[in-house]
């Protein structure tokens, strides 16, 4: 799989610093920020400034706040980075094996990719996904949209990963898909009728030679192994023998 970054890391590295000083201004009382604005404004004028501006004085401020705190270097961080980018594409990261159905599933799924899951249990595979390049949008259950938001952005993530407390019968593709990841909670409350409906729908949004895995029990709630034979008629159809809950398709290219 290959991996295109969705930002360059020297934004990211500039995102952290913004973070971290930002962070640090909020932690402070208001006397702390005061007296770094006058260390700030004696240093600007040692260096005898053509004008004392608000905007260099924000920056010097800044630059006063990166010593105190030892923030890193884009050097050093951006090593630390690249490390941390090579491990978070390693499924034992999250908590996967390679043996796990998603990561088999998804092996054949390049890194520019766009990727939906929908369920109670969005978080890892949205997390690893993410990681190998992966864009996703995840729909959950509204007290695991912030959690699965805040994951995503504590491990540089948060640009590929969209996360809404959606239902998948009201969600639509704007753009073609490369593989959707369902369990049976995300049709909780709907007909047969509907649930044909909604299948239908994310079979035409998916390419040619993408894959549906559909996880068949999931909080106590079951879909039809021969409902989903039907359903996905003319797809490459597999149910993972390491795992009866597990349903995977993959349409045809034509």
């Not at 092996?107 to 992966?134: H, K, N």
């Amino acid at each position: 799989m290959t991996q295109r970054p969705s930002r360059s890391l020297k934004h990211e590295y500039a995102l952290y610093l913004d973070r971290e000083i930002e962070d640090y201004k909020e932690s402070v009382p208001r006397s702390v920020l005061l007296s770094i604005g006058d260390e700030a404004v004696q240093s600007l004028a040692r260096q005898q400034q053509i004008a004392l501006t608000e905007l260099l004085l924000c920056a010097e401020v800044d630059r006063i706040i990166f010593r105190r705190l030892g923030l890193l270097s884009y050097s050093a961080w951006r090593q630390r980075r690249v490390k941390m980018l090579v491990e978070q594409r390693r499924p034992e990261h999250w908590g996967l094996s390679r043996n796990d159905i998603v990561v088999r599933a998804m092996t054949d799924v390049t890194g520019d990719s766009r990727v939906l899951l929908a369920g109670p249990q969005v978080e890892t595979p949205a997390l690893y996904l993410a990681a190998i390049g992966c864009e996703v949008t995840a729909l959950s259950e509204p007290d695991a949209v912030e959690r699965v938001l805040h994951a995503a952005e504590e491990s540089g993530l948060g640009e590929r990963v969209h996360v809404s407390a959606e239902a998948l019968s009201g969600f639509t593709p704007d753009a073609p898909l490369t593989a959707v990841i369902y369990s049976a909670a995300a049709f909780r409350g709907l007909s047969a009728a509907e649930r044909t409906r909604v299948i239908r729908v994310l079979q035409s949004a998916t390419s040619d030679g993408g894959v549906h895995l559909v996880q068949t029990i999931a909080a106590g709630k079951r879909v039809s192994i021969d409902e989903l034979r039907r359903r996905y008629r003319g797809w490459v159809v597999t149910v993972d023998e390491s795992d009866t809950n597990s349903f995977v398709a993959r349409k045809g290219v034509a």
